[in-house]
């Protein structure tokens, strides 16, 4: 059995998946961004993908085991994005501006995923889950204290380096995740929108966050 800390570690196995779940979770992520949780169902998921409910079941046997799945494919894409923008000799800003802009380009590249890692799961639980929800529940907590992990130790580094001024890091790395995951709200994807025009958007956003660290523009 995969335990928490393997899948924390591995984002890799979560995202080259065999391409019917992946296409599956695809769909998934676009009903649920559409609808919420609450009222998109597994037809509505089989609409998206063209096909009937019986592929969907053939992988998957309820709404909640595809939403947790999306979940943990949307937290594994800004673990590999954050971990990918890393350089050597970098300074603690310079890094952390970098991830900052990778975990945007994530939201915007990948909205449907993004707007569903970014809902609340304790409204989604109520208490009903199985056994097997609960142990890819903890996967996803996992992913999700590692992710924060990266920016709080980046933010201390800074602080250590006298970057920024003294604070709370495991406090302020909170609003400062807040500040990026809005986009997921307000941000609408457009046909023709260029990756560059979408880098200036992130940028523009990393560098409000970073303000609200104590940093000087």
Not at 95 to 109: E, K, S, T, Y
Request: hydrophobic fraction near 45%; aromatic fraction near 6%.
């Amino acid at each position: 059995m995969t335990t928490a800390t393997d899948a924390a570690t591995d984002t890799a196995a979560i995202l080259d998946g065999d391409r019917a779940r992946t296409e599956i979770l695809d769909a998934a992520a676009k009903a649920f961004m559409r609808k919420g949780y609450a009222a998109a169902s597994i037809d509505d998921v089989a609409e998206v993908l063209g096909c009937t409910k019986g592929r969907i079941y053939h992988h998957y046997r309820s709404k909640a085991d595809l939403f947790f799945d999306v979940h943990k494919r949307g937290m594994a894409m800004d673990l590999a994005a954050v971990r990918g923008c890393a350089k050597e000799g970098q300074a603690p800003l310079d890094r952390l501006f970098d991830m900052a802009v990778a975990h945007l380009l994530v939201i915007m590249n990948e909205l449907a995923y993004q707007r569903v890692a970014v809902q609340g799961l304790e409204m989604h639980l109520a208490g009903q889950t199985t056994p097997e929800q609960r142990s890819t529940l903890r996967e996803i907590l996992a992913l999700r204290d590692e992710y924060e992990g990266l920016f709080a130790a980046e933010i201390a580094r800074a602080v250590e380096a006298g970057a920024i001024p003294a604070q709370e890091v495991g406090l302020v790395v909170k609003p400062f995740l807040g500040a990026l995951n809005w986009t997921t709200i307000w941000y609408r994807q457009r046909r023709n929108q260029s990756q560059a025009e979408r880098r200036r958007i992130a940028e523009q956003i990393a560098r409000f966050a970073l303000r609200g660290l104590g940093t000087t523009p």
